[in-house]
Nanobody, 126 residues
């Protein structure tokens, strides 16, 4: 099973940028779609973005489309989330996730996830 460790969270002001990283260990990282989800207290974990096993196609929630970019480096076993034009509503704990298959378009819900990272906090002030 793939194990995941996120990093890169922190404090930012509205309009700033942050880049999250997710280091993966374990077999077959490059075979699976990967994604990012986020969660705020009292709400369900929500889909943010996903990417195919090879990185050729990416998918986004409407709330982050055009501002966030997901990417992966399979040689480094690392997933990234570049977050630009941050808004206070982006404040959440961000989780890295492994999908059940190789197609990022199928990684849209928590039920599609086989492994989670521990999460990294992002706080955006206005």
């Amino acid at each position: 099973q793939v194990q995941l460790v996120e990093s890169g969270g922190g404090l930012a002001q509205a309009g700033d940028s942050l880049r999250l990283s997710c280091a993966a260990s374990g077999p077959d990282f490059s075979r699976y779609a990967m994604g990012w989800f986020r969660q705020v207290p009292g709400k369900e974990r929500a889909y943010v973005a996903a990417i195919n096993w090879g990185g050729g196609h990416s998918y986004y929630a409407a709330s982050v489309e055009g501002r966030f970019t997901i990417s992966r480096d399979n040689a480094k076993n690392t997933l990234y989330l570049q977050m630009n034009s941050l808004k206070p509503e982006d404040t959440a704990v961000y989780y890295c996730a492994v999908g059940r298959g190789s197609y990022g378009g199928s990684l849209r819900d928590v039920y599609d996830v086989t492994s989670w990272g521990q999460g990294t906090q992002v706080i955006v002030s206005s």
